[in-house]
């Protein structure tokens, strides 16, 4: 059966986009170039020095010839990338030999290479120092000024094709009102670029006024404030989990409103609930989770799980490269 990912990789090909990957030296990192040349997925952009890199792939048996690499020691542009910085952080107080630190490491390298149209995408965060959330930040930015940036899975059922989004999963620890209805709208957004019509339930311990509380709340004015801005949108809250997706419950509890157990986005309250929820979903219901996939930025910049496999980051990437081809 095909999936959602099968779809996006022919998508990728159709227009392949270079993406960057910062973290050269990593084994998965270059068994997942390797993959995506070999099926001309996108243009793998590894950041690094050539001859170590071409080392390291040989001890691994990898053929990366086309692979492009960027050194940010000898790169034409390099003096370029740090002035953009220092522009970009002239309220800051930053220094030339500051900024030119900051554009030595491959993950602000990469960013910076983003935002100079010179790549069009980057996948990164094996390790903790090179996670992408602050060059994100400070060299690409939010879509709008005070935007805030949210981490959204697509859950996939490969027995049966189903998809699913969930979010936020991986960043805004403990969204308002005002961030939960971005992160849904951010979210719907998502879904379109793939394809799904979305519909949202803003996720809760109450269904339309079971229970009373603060946290209940927060939900309700956050689906309120969606509504309000995409009132074309199939929008529900605050709505419990079981009546999201299960067309019986919907009918006990909620029968006349917008969701009727066919919810497909899936908003949760904070990141305590997102983050446990994907993750006993994968485990327990066998989703294949893939992301976490930023939302919020200007130019598509994904994040990957420490433990991720290298299939992982080659579906990482195949998304990131569509998510490419819309801007």
């Known amino acids: 059966m095909r999936t959602i990912l099968d779809n996006l990789k022919e998508k990728a090909r159709a227009n392949p986009q270079r993406i960057v990957f910062p973290e050269a030296y990593e084994e998965k990192t270059l068994r997942a170039a390797e993959a995506l040349l070999r ?14 890199i071409d080392r390291r792939s040989g001890e691994l048996g990898l ?8 050194d940010p020691k000898f790169d034409d542009n390099l003096q370029k990338y740090i002035d953009e910085y220092l522009y970009l952080r002239k309220g800051k107080g930053v220094t030339s030999e500051q900024a030119k630190e900051k554009m030595l490491l491959p993950h602000y390298f990469g960013a910076m290479m983003m935002r100079m149209k010179h790549a069009d995408g980057m996948v990164s965060g094996l390790n903790s120092e090179t996670k992408p959330f602050v060059p994100s930040f400070e060299i690409i930015g939010t879509k709008e000024t005070f935007h805030k940036v ?6 996939i059922w490969p027995s049966d094709g189903r998809l699913m989004f969930f979010a936020d999963c991986s960043t805004i620890i ?9 992160i849904g709208l951010d979210t719907a957004e998502t879904a379109k670029k793939f394809g799904v019509e979305p519909k949202i339930a803003f996720l809760s311990f109450s269904t339309h006024g079971s229970a009373r509380h603060a946290l209940v709340d927060k939900i309700i004015e956050a ?3 969606a509504k309000y801005r ?15 997706l299960v067309p019986e419950v919907a009918q006990k509890k909620c029968a006349g ?3 009727q157990g066919d919810a497909n986005v899936l908003i949760f309250p904070d990141l305590n609930a997102g983050n446990i929820a994907y993750k006993l979903v994968e485990r327990l219901a066998k989703a294949h989770a893939v992301g976490p996939i930023l939302q919020g930025l200007r130019m598509p910049v994904n994040d990957l799980s420490r433990g991720c496999s290298v299939q992982d980051m080659v579906d990482v990437a195949i998304i990131t490269a569509v998510e490419a081809q819309g801007n």
């Open 223 to 225: 689906t309120k404030i």
């Open 230 to 244: 995409k009132p074309e949108l199939v929008i529900d809250g605050e709505i419990q989990v079981d009546a999201a």
């Open 174 to 182: 403990d969204p308002d009102a005002k961030d939960l209805a971005e």
């Open 257 to 259: 409103f917008p969701i």
């Open 39 to 52: 099926e001309r997925i996108c243009v793998p952009y590894l950041i690094g020095d050539r001859p170590a």
């Open 150 to 155: 949210s981490g959204l899975f697509l859950m």
């Open 63 to 70: 053929n990366l010839s086309g692979v492009e690499v960027r």
